[in-house]
């Protein structure tokens, strides 16, 4: 595809449940990252996988917290017995990787947690 | 480990005044730093980026940013306020592959 995707674009769901979240990033980018975006909060780092090394998952703020990419490309955000404060907008991004290459951002899925 | 100050969460201006953002990055390695705008309702897109060479970079919509070594700073700049430049902008620094970014300035443009 031309630019980053992610689905849903929307996602509303119950206290305790759990939500997955999908990112198809651009063809070619052999980095992907997510972040989570609360109002007034900026941009928190998630984790980050590059090629096939171990994606570092420092950002990752619990356990519930977990991801993979498989065969390099598509990834999956998975949030597990999701919390109210979970409510946020996840972003995906990709890139070339390395240090210098900007990243490309997808438009996000705002997750609502009721 | 890297990081990046913005200094003031939001920013109000006139139109046709001067803009100007201010961030502030700590690296233990030679950073790279980027600004991104998020405009109402979109995703973010890159506004200019430095890597190497010249400190002064030119970005889209007549943005640029100075990138200052011995005050570990990376300010962005606009000569003249215009009403679409509203929208938040990201200040980011790169040093080993990951990015981490500031936590956002929102800029009002008043007319």
């Known amino acids: 595809g031309a630019g980053v995707s992610q689905s849903p674009s929307n996602k509303v769901t119950e206290k305790g449940k759990d939500v997955e979240l999908r990112c198809d990033p651009i063809?070619?980018?052999?980095?992907l990252y997510w972040y989570r975006q609360s109002l007034g909060q900026g941009l928190e780092f998630l984790i980050y996988?590059?090629?096939?090394?171990?994606?570092?998952k420092s950002g990752l703020p619990s356990d519930r917290f977990s991801a993979e990419r498989t065969g390099g490309s598509v990834s999956t955000l998975t949030i597990q017995r999701t919390q109210q404060e979970d409510s946020a907008v996840y972003l995906c991004?990709?890139?070339?990787?390395?240090?210098?290459?900007?990243?490309?951002f997808g438009p996000g899925t705002r997750l609502t947690v009721l | 480990a890297q990081s990046v100050t913005q200094l003031g969460s939001h920013v109000s201006v006139s139109e046709g005044a001067l803009v100007l953002l201010r961030c502030n990055y700590s690296?233990?390695?030679?950073?790279?730093l980027f600004w991104y705008v998020q405009y109402p309702n979109q995703g973010l897109q890159l506004l200019l980026k430095?890597?190497?060479?010249?400190?002064l970079v030119k970005g889209i919509n007549g943005f640029e940013a100075e990138f200052k070594k011995s005050e570990t700073s990376f300010h962005l700049t606009k000569p003249s306020a215009h009403m679409s430049d509203a929208a938040e902008y990201f200040c980011?620094?790169?040093?080993?592959?990951?990015?981490?970014f500031g936590a956002g300035t929102r800029l009002t443009v008043k007319p």
């Open positions: 991004a990709s890139s070339l990787g390395g240090t210098r290459n900007e990243q490309f």
């Open positions: 063809s070619g980018h052999t980095a």
């Open positions: 996988f590059q090629g096939n090394s171990a994606p570092d």
């Open positions: 690296s233990s390695v030679p950073p790279y």
């Open positions: 430095y890597t190497t060479g010249a400190t």
């Open positions: 980011a620094v790169s040093a080993r592959g990951d990015m981490r």
